[in-house]
């Protein structure tokens, strides 16, 4: 079973539109409807906001729907919760205002119903969420079909290798680790799920990216930010696509260093019966006891293997 505070910096769609949307389908304001057109375009540059202090665009694309359909506060109480981060997670009404570009007044009107509705608090000048956010995110992990089907694949891969391993979807430029396995290790190293990554600094990234088209590869490196967090391992949009065509070549891609000095990872893309990418299968490893050569010949088979195994059942 997940451990509930894992769900922090997951989807919160899943389960927020029957929660609130009661609250935000009120008439909009004046202020409220000349911010609309503003909050769709900064949805798609707004930096999104993570659990940990790696942070990189999000463009998720939108699903169109009629404009009769459309409760635009649904969509702005969204862009709210998701402007709290573990570096910003008590704000005032401007900062949050400032966060999500939506009007100061329209901004306190959310924060006072989250707050009523039990998923915020304050002390009348600073606005924080509470543990019932929580409840949000784990509604993807309790339904989604993906993370049950993957979890006693990975168990026994973790067992078979002594490795944490996990599954990773891809999220407009960040990496979601959706599943993850008991460590077989007293301490173990790897990614919770619901931890966000930025693309380019894990193997799951490029071994997502491998499968898409030329045009599509190129428009998401063009939009990316490259961010980075090892000075001795400093990629670039050129570097990267080198990375991602050789990940394209192999079937799988060993990243190390990229992340941090002594990680290293490995992972393979993990498709459907159709041969389409639906996820990463990936492990990250200490780079002092794991070599590229020793993850070839130890590690990688077994996680081809279970990958294979794996295209039968998503």
């Given amino acids: 079973m997940f451990d509930e505070t894992e769900f922090a910096a997951l989807f919160v769609m899943q389960r927020t539109l029957f929660a609130i949307r009661r609250v935000f389908n009120n008439p909009l304001t004046s202020s409220d409807r000349i911010a609309d057109n503003s909050i769709r375009k900064a949805d798609k540059t707004m930096v999104s906001p993570s659990a940990s202090a790696l942070v990189s665009k999000s463009t998720t694309k939108a699903f169109p729907i009629d404009q009769e359909d459309l409760i635009a506060g649904v969509g702005r109480v969204l862009t709210v919760i ?88 891809l999220d407009g430029h960040e990496l979601v680790y959706v599943a993850r396995s008991n460590s077989p290790r007293v301490v173990s190293i790897g990614f919770y799920a619901g931890a966000r990554v930025p693309a380019h600094v894990v193997g799951a990234g490029p071994a997502i990216l491998s499968t898409l088209p030329d045009s599509n590869l190129k428009k998401w490196i063009l939009a990316h930010e490259f961010s980075t967090f090892n000075t001795s391992a400093v990629l670039t949009a050129k570097k990267f696509e080198k990375v991602i065509l050789k990940a394209r070549k192999d079937n799988y891609c060993i990243s190390i260093g990229n992340l941090d000095q002594g990680l290293a990872g490995v992972a393979v893309p993990l498709r459907d019966r159709h041969g389409e990418c639906k996820a990463a299968l990936s492990m990250t490893l200490q780079s002092s006891i794991w070599s590229e050569e020793k993850i070839k010949e130890k590690l990688l088979p077994l996680i081809i293997e279970t990958a294979q195994v794996l295209r039968a059942v998503i």
């Fill in 82 to 169: 998701e402007a709290f981060n573990d570096e910003c997670g008590r704000m005032t009404v401007t900062q949050v205002a400032e966060r999500t570009g939506i009007p100061r007044t329209a901004a306190r009107r959310y924060l006072l119903n989250l707050c009523h509705f039990g998923y915020g608090d304050t002390d009348g000048k600073f606005y924080w969420l509470t543990p019932r956010v929580l409840r949000l995110g784990q509604g993807y992990l309790d339904g989604a079909r993906l993370p049950r089907l993957v979890q006693p694949f990975i168990q026994r891969l973790a067992m078979s290798s002594g490795e944490t391993v996990n599954v990773s979807v």
